[in-house]
């Protein structure tokens, strides 16, 4: 079963660069109740994906993580995990599930995103 979580990055998570993004967005996979698919190292860290990076100091309501569970959910049961999961600045928008593997997004997809800049 493949997963696609959209969200969106506003408040303190704009300030982060994307390294710490996906350390959060780690962590916050972790705290699900969900077994997602592991890598075959010596830490076994979830195997996922996302977006590409987002400037420092940008919101953005379109970012996104692909993933893969090792069983079969059913769909409330993702959405309620996903929403007790996430912070409120990473707001989860949408979730995509599917039996068969989601085409990525070609390199020149728009995000609605918005610079702030601070005197």
């Known amino acids: 079963m493949f997963l696609r979580i959209f969200y969106s990055k506003k408040g303190k998570f704009v300030f982060m660069g994307h ?6 967005i780690e962590k916050i ?3 699900m109740e969900i077994d997602f698919v592991k890598g075959r ?13 987002l400037k420092t100091g ?3 309501d379109c970012e ?3 993933l893969e569970t090792e069983k079969e959910y059913s ?4 959405n309620s995990e996903v929403l ?3 912070p409120e600045e990473m707001k989860p928008v949408k979730v995509v599930i599917s039996k068969e593997k989601i085409k990525s997004q070609p390199k ?3 995000f609605e995103k918005e610079g702030r800049i601070f005197k």
């Open 84 to 86: 007790k999961a996430f």
């Open 29 to 31: 996979l972790r705290r």
């Open 64 to 66: 996104f993580i692909d």
């Open 108 to 110: 020149e997809f728009v």
């Open 75 to 78: 769909p409330d049961y993702i």
């Open 19 to 24: 390294l710490d993004t996906i350390f959060h």
């Open 58 to 60: 940008f919101s953005s």
């Open 41 to 53: 190292g010596y830490k076994r860290k979830i195997k996922f994906s996302t977006s590409p990076p």
